[in-house]
């Protein structure tokens, strides 16, 4: 439900910082990174990021699992701070399937599709793997719609990928290249209609487009044998928008454990990221270092795992360099069969880039501030198993501190663009989640999920634009390897955001969106697929003054060779 739009109209940041205000203190940082309360920033263009590669079957569109990932996997992932945002569709998305990847005799394909609101699909996928240790492969997609929700053209978008991936396998590792670029191009449209005049507004007033660039090396252990397993990934991505505003990141992440014993394991994990975030005037040299030491203890009752999570910040925009140390407890009991409860405790610092704001929203303001966000504390505990009959489940509590916590908020006085809004204080965090699961085989699977969200905070009037509750319910069926249908619900509810020129709160109303993608194979080499989305119809609005398109479809055909 993200829309495609993020603007970057090179709005004065003197405007902004005259209107706004009383409410905005200074942007220096008082102790600790923290920032003075709800620092206005406003940020710009977001990218969206190609998958990680993984085999040669994998391909831009969702790629049909293997029987081993089709396993239930009941464990919730320690959401950063995207609190409650599941995916849900802005626009048409191609269905999930295609024949190539349900038939390994043919791991090529070409795809085009077609749908309402002028929208094209077109894509492709070509691998080389002929038995020797070295596997390449490319994919392109392009999928866009001409016109959008509202006023035609000044509400379309597009998107572009494409990935070129290289694999050289040997029986001690396997080392993997990957170069991915990425377009987004969108407009924003969420301008008032009362005072945009008879003329309206000009798409070329309102245009952004994003570019990313990206490219990563890794190598990994893949010898069962060895008495050390490890993995090492680094790689370098550069973001530009239309208005020569960019963020370049370098990122080296190091995984590797070793077997003392038979029950006794030594892990640990480090990070390094050197990030510079250009914006006009504004060059911000950010970086994060983090080493996390563990040590995990197994048996057939229970699983501890303690250790250390330290982590180092600059930013010399800021004047910001710190070091945090936080502790890191797991505990998972097996009191029968394959019911677990769990609980733990631990913290960390959670990097904010320009990047990753506009994978939240992309309508951000110019030259927003960017701050870390820490997570002095989460104390969490619950419940997780199969209960028989293809069923499981997970239950989790979870309460946690933050300081900088981030919200968006439109600003002022141009309401169609967001600002992040940080609360400098300590904010705290309830998280009440739960999860059941139906698996038949590899015919039928069923979730149901839902996350409730209590927000505690110090400073901020509102968590703004975060929901009180996200809810989802995914389904997949297969009949006779022929026809594959999905089907899911996605609910969200509470999410406020305020008019800072009328200074008006609004709820915004809860969100339904339900979608259904078909695969139909008439052959072994064609296959003809339709995406229904959105089907209630509802002109959503996941952020103030942006609706979604209503009821949209993309239809067509894949050729597999």
């Known amino acids: 439900m993200h829309h495609p739009n993020r603007s970057c109209l090179l709005l004065s940041s003197l405007l902004l910082s005259t209107t706004l205000f009383a409410q905005q203190r200074p942007t ?6 923290e920032v003075e309360t709800q620092e206005i920033t406003i940020e710009k263009s977001r990218k969206i990021e190609l998958p990680p590669a993984n085999r040669i079957f994998n391909r831009i569109p969702s790629v049909k699992p293997s029987a081993e990932q089709r396993k239930m996997t009941y464990e919730f992932e320690d959401r950063k701070l995207t609190v409650g945002d599941p995916r849900i569709t802005p626009g048409v998305l191609a269905p999930s399937a295609t024949q190539a990847e349900e038939n390994p005799a043919y791991t090529n394909y070409v795809k085009l599709g077609a749908g309402n609101y002028s929208s094209f699909l077109g894509e492709g996928f070509v691998g080389i793997d002929n038995g020797s240790n070295l596997s390449l492969e490319a994919s392109a997609q392009h999928l866009s719609s001409a016109i959008g929700p509202v006023d035609g053209r000044n509400s379309g978008q597009s998107d572009t990928r494409a990935r070129v991936t290289g694999k050289y396998l040997t029986d001690a590792f396997k080392l993997q290249a990957d170069l991915g670029f990425d377009r987004n191009a969108y407009g924003f449209y969420g301008y008032s209609r009362a005072f945009a005049g008879n003329e309206g507004v000009s798409r070329d007033a309102i245009r952004q487009r994003l570019n990313i660039v990206n490219f990563k090396v890794g190598i990994e252990n893949v010898n069962a044998e060895n008495a050390i397993d490890y993995s090492l990934q680094t790689g370098i991505t550069n973001l530009r928008d239309l208005y020569n505003a960019g963020e370049l990141d370098w990122g080296t992440n190091f995984n590797a454990s ?33 080493v996390k030491p563990t040590f995990k203890y197994t048996s057939s009752l229970f699983t501890i795992t303690a250790g250390i999570n330290a982590v180092n910040q600059t930013d010399q925009r800021q004047n ?18 394959n019911i677990h409860f769990f609980a733990g405790l ?19 303001a110019p030259q927003v501030l960017l701050v870390n966000t820490v997570k002095s504390l989460d104390i ?8 028989g009959g293809g069923f499981s489940y997970e239950g989790k509590v979870s309460f946690a501190r933050y300081r900088n916590f981030s919200t968006f908020n439109n600003t002022l006085p141009d309401t169609s663009k967001f600002f992040v809004l940080y609360d400098g204080g300590l904010a705290q965090l309830l998280t009440v989640s739960g999860q059941l699961s139906y698996a038949q085989k590899d015919k039928f699977r069923s979730t149901l999920k839902g996350d409730f969200f209590r927000y505690g905070l110090d400073r901020l009037e509102e968590a703004w634009g975060r929901p009180r509750f996200a809810g989802s319910w995914t389904n997949s ?31 915004l109303k809860p969100i339904y969106d339900l979608n259904v993608k078909i695969d139909y194979f008439l052959g072994k080499q064609v296959a003809a697929f339709v995406s229904l989305n959105n089907i209630i119809g509802q002109n959503y609005q996941r952020y103030l003054y942006y609706p979604t398109q209503g009821l949209n479809f993309l239809g067509g055909i894949s050729y597999s060779f």
């Open 28 to 33: 220096r940082p008082t102790k600790e990174g």
């Open 258 to 290: 070793l077997g003392i014993s038979d029950n006794f394991f030594a892990l640990v994990a480090a990070d390094a990221y050197v990030t510079q975030r250009t914006d006009g005037p504004i060059v911000d040299n950010r970086n994060l270092f983090r």
């Open 320 to 337: 910001i360099n710190n070091t945090r140390a936080f502790p890191v407890v797991d505990i998972d009991v097996v009191p029968a069969g």
């Open 346 to 364: 631990d913290g960390d610092i959670n990097r904010n880039t320009l990047r990753s704001f506009l994978g939240e929203n992309k309508w951000l």
């Open 380 to 387: 969490y505990g619950g419940s997780k198993g199969a209960l």
């Open 477 to 507: 069926y297969t009949l006779n390897k022929k026809l594959f249908i999905t089907a899911d619900l996605y609910f969200l509810e509470g999410i406020k955001n305020k008019n800072l020129v009328t200074n008006t709160v609004y709820t």
